[in-house]
């Protein structure tokens, strides 16, 4: 009869022990960035809060709503929020799909700031794919480190960074979070960002290695062919809005323009829109999304993908 000694079993049993700890470090590596081509394929969940990631809100024009009959939605202004997961299930019957054709044939991508998701229907390109991020950021580190030190070497004064991190395990865009470099030499970024529930601490200017350690992944751009004296006027106009109060989109109004409070996105796109006239919002949608500001090729240039 075939017998393995005890010895042997715990070797067998460490080995099994040892391939399934190997097995876990590695999983998260299936979880990358994923393309998906028509986000309403997705599984959407109902029982999450609109603009969740789960649910992200649809943003389109009041003019629209007519043809979403009795569903809920949130006024804002012009526009309208509806949950994505709504809009699906009302897509997914054939006679309501023909009643919907002049809002499913305008879909964009999903794209999200700071935790707030959303499909921006009032955005001029339409049809791209959406990209979707599942695995915590201590997960994606481990996939794709990089040297955060080395990043800040390469920093100049008015730089946009972006940081792409996961929230609740699941996020849309290539990034959700932007700042500015406002001191280089001194490794200084602002930004503007809130802590649930509040409005604060808004605008805000943080040192780099703060900034660094809450994402994943890092990417610079930076403005092409800038003279020498347009730089600092932008850095004076985002320093003079440090302390104004954050912006919740849903609650607190889409108006890009309005200074009195501000989301990541907006504080970057309207320093070098009002300083400057450059229009760094891509899709000309009514919320700009750090996305949007990474693909402007036209006015930056990729400093770190």
């Known amino acids: 009869m075939f017998t393995i000694k005890p ?33 309403l394929e997705f599984k959407f969940d109902a029982r ?10 649809v943003i ?21 929020f509806i949950p994505a997961a709504q ?22 991508n999903v794209k999200s700031f700071d935790g707030f998701n959303a499909v921006d229907l009032t955005s001029t390109i339409k049809n791209l794919p959406s990209e979707l991020i599942e695995a915590p950021d201590a997960a994606a580190r481990k996939i794709s480190p990089q040297n955060t030190e080395e990043i800040r070497t390469l920093l100049r004064d008015g730089d946009i960074v972006f940081g792409s991190h996961v929230i609740n395990y699941m996020t849309w865009g290539r990034f959700n979070h932007v700042a500015i470099v406002v001191d280089a030499s001194r490794g200084l970024i602002a930004e503007s960002t809130a802590e649930l529930p509040t409005d604060m601490p808004g605008v805000r200017v943080v040192d780099w290695k703060t900034f660094a350690a809450g994402y994943s992944h890092i990417g610079v751009v930076r403005l092409k062919g800038s003279s020498a004296n347009e730089i600092p006027r932008v ?5 003079e809005r440090k302390g104004k109060p954050y912006r919740w989109p849903i609650i607190q109004g889409l108006d890009k323009l309005d200074q009195r409070r501000f989301y990541c996105s907006q504080l970057v796109w309207l320093a070098f829109k009002d300083v400057l006239n450059f229009d760094l919002d891509v899709d000309k949608g009514v919320i700009v ?5 990474y693909y402007s090729k036209d006015y930056v240039e990729v400093i770190v993908p």
């Open 7 to 39: 010895f042997r079993i715990i070797q067998i049993v460490s080995a099994i022990g040892a391939l399934c700890i190997a097995a876990a470090s590695v999983t998260p590596a299936t979880a990358q960035p994923r393309t998906i081509d028509s986000w």
């Open 48 to 57: 999450a809060s609109i603009g969740d990631a789960r649910n992200p809100a």
């Open 60 to 80: 389109l024009p009041s003019s629209m709503a007519s043809l979403l009959g009795d569903m809920p939605m949130k006024q804002s202004g012009d526009f309208v």
């Open 87 to 108: 809009l699906q299930e009302m897509a997914a019957n054939p006679l309501m799909a023909i009643a919907l054709a002049p809002i499913l044939k305008q879909l964009s």
């Open 235 to 239: 850095v004076t106009w985002v320093n």
């Open 289 to 293: 999304f750090p996305d949007d500001i």
